[in-house]
């Protein structure tokens, strides 16, 4: 097995499954039992979920809403979807924790990095909701940020496509997938992978980033087990 600690990335956008909106109970089903497949061979998970399916800050400008305003309603967006998967992961007899970066302890612990460890140390599955707590940053610097906190061995961001290609794969039947590339070699060709942010963090804190098609059944548990090549990896 050759990650012990990952950080999975899911895209907001992507429980919508086929939906115009909103969260598609099957997809959810569908990735709870994908993640249970490698927390049960003793991988410690934890999640960062994006907001798109149900709302995005950088819309609320165009419709006149003040950019901080519509940052934070995006992180609300996060948390629930972030609930909504708790509530899947649950069901399907896994212990977790929901840790926001926005305090309502109502639905969830506030993140203390310390607390966040332990949690994995001890087998629950955690997620992180609300982003880092602060406008002008997105989930995948969120994302970036937690897997450096938390020691995480690889940031796993779970897309539609199975991997960074040279061109648009749905738009160019000639782009052509990559299996390894550099950071260096991602910022000089200009691969739109994560904000650079984001894609910073992981560079200068040396944590790997695999992108990979988290729809297709079995992918993940292949990326943990090693045994194939599975999306992308940047290092």
Do not use: W
């Not at 994560?194 to 988290?214: G, R, S, Y």
């Amino acid at each position: 097995m050759s990650y012990k600690r990952i950080l999975l990335k899911l895209s907001g956008e992507a429980l919508m499954g086929k939906q115009n909106y909103g969260i598609d109970p099957a997809r959810l089903e569908q990735y709870a039992l994908e993640i249970k497949k490698v927390k049960d061979q003793g991988v410690e998970v934890a999640i960062v979920i994006g907001g798109g399916n149900i709302y995005r800050g950088v819309q609320a400008e165009a419709s006149g809403i003040d950019r901080v305003q519509g940052d934070y309603m995006g992180m609300l967006a996060t948390v629930i979807n972030a609930m909504a998967i708790q509530s899947t992961l649950e069901k399907h007899g896994m212990y977790t924790r929901l840790m926001s970066g926005i305090k309502m302890e109502a639905v969830c612990e506030p993140f203390i990095r310390r607390r966040a460890v332990r949690h994995l140390e001890k087998g629950r599955i955690v997620i992180f909701g609300a982003g880092i707590g602060n406008p002008y940053f997105t989930t995948d610097s969120t994302a970036s940020l937690r897997a450096i906190e938390i020691e995480a061995d690889v940031v796993l961001k779970g897309t539609r496509v199975d991997g960074v290609y040279s061109a648009d794969p749905e738009k160019d039947p000639n782009a052509v997938r990559f299996e390894k590339l550099s950071f260096e070699e991602v910022i000089s060709k200009g691969y739109n992978i994560m904000d650079m942010t984001a894609f910073t963090l992981c560079q200068e804190n040396n944590v790997p980033i695999i992108v990979f098609d988290m729809n297709k059944p079995g992918n993940l548990q292949k990326l943990i087990e090693g045994k194939e090549q599975v999306g992308t990896l940047i290092s």
